[in-house]
């Protein structure tokens, strides 16, 4: 069973620049979810992707965007890219996004973002 | 409003002493889920547990144990003879029933172990 992949490891932009950051969802999970994880704090949720549609968003401006592909993969992208934007992005799989039994979110090793 | 609290920031053991890691969680939700994760290094959050509301059994998975207690709004994690390899920052989280399944954390628990 393939886990959750994430790529790049690593990624140093500057500000005002535009980043894509992918994810590749374990095998057989059908949601993917994205969460910014600044120094010291914990995983703050940006939204979920459900069979290609946004199932939920967190707090995060519109410039923080996603897509979700049939094979669920997923991409986050995010825009005009600010200093407080370095963090550490997570990409977390699960079976079934509808609120049904809340199945544990299975998580990749992360991008670290640097924003100079 | 939902929200997990770990009060504990860092907590530091000698290797074989328990540890007991605290969190308090809110919300009005009356279906919830609670999970715990671990956080080694490298970053990846690695699930540990998931309880749902209705189920306030206490578990044991191996060295771990969880205790569950709703008249609380507490959900803590203990590690018996703790091992050097557990030294992470761990995070309580809270997923409401309905609509997204998405994750609120806490600001986790670092633990160090002291061979």
């Known amino acids: 069973e393939t886990g959750v992949t994430q790529s790049p490891t690593h990624l140093i932009k500057t500000r005002g620049q535009q980043v894509t950051l992918r994810c590749s969802s374990q095998?057989?999970?059908?949601?993917v979810s994205w969460y910014q994880q600044a120094l010291g704090q914990g995983p703050q949720f940006i939204f979920q992707?459900?069979?290609?549609?946004?199932?939920g968003r967190g707090n995060f401006p519109p410039r923080f965007s996603g897509l979700q592909f049939p094979n669920y993969s997923s991409e986050l992208n995010v825009n005009a890219l600010e200093l407080d934007d370095s963090a550490l992005y997570l990409c977390a799989s699960s079976l079934d996004g509808t609120g049904g039994d809340n199945q544990p979110q299975h998580f990749g090793d992360g991008t670290r973002l640097s924003i100079l | 409003a939902q929200k997990v609290t770990q009060a504990q920031t860092e907590i530091s053991v000698v290797e074989k002493e328990d540890v007991t890691l605290d969190c308090v969680y809110e919300?009005?939700?009356?279906?919830?889920?609670l999970f715990w994760y671990k956080q080694p290094p490298s970053g990846e959050l690695v699930f540990l547990i998931r309880?749902?509301?209705?189920?306030?059994q206490n578990e044991i998975s191996g060295r771990y144990s969880w205790n569950f207690q709703k008249s609380t709004s507490s959900f803590n994690f203990t590690i018996t003879a703790s091992q050097v390899v557990d030294s992470a920052v761990y995070f309580c989280a809270l997923s409401e029933g309905g609509g997204a399944n998405n994750l609120f954390f806490g600001t986790g628990t670092r633990l160090t172990v002291i061979p």
């Open positions: 992707y459900y069979r290609e549609e946004e199932n």
């Open positions: 309880r749902n509301s209705f189920d306030e």
């Open positions: 095998s057989g999970h059908n949601t």
């Open positions: 919300t009005r939700d009356t279906t919830y889920y």
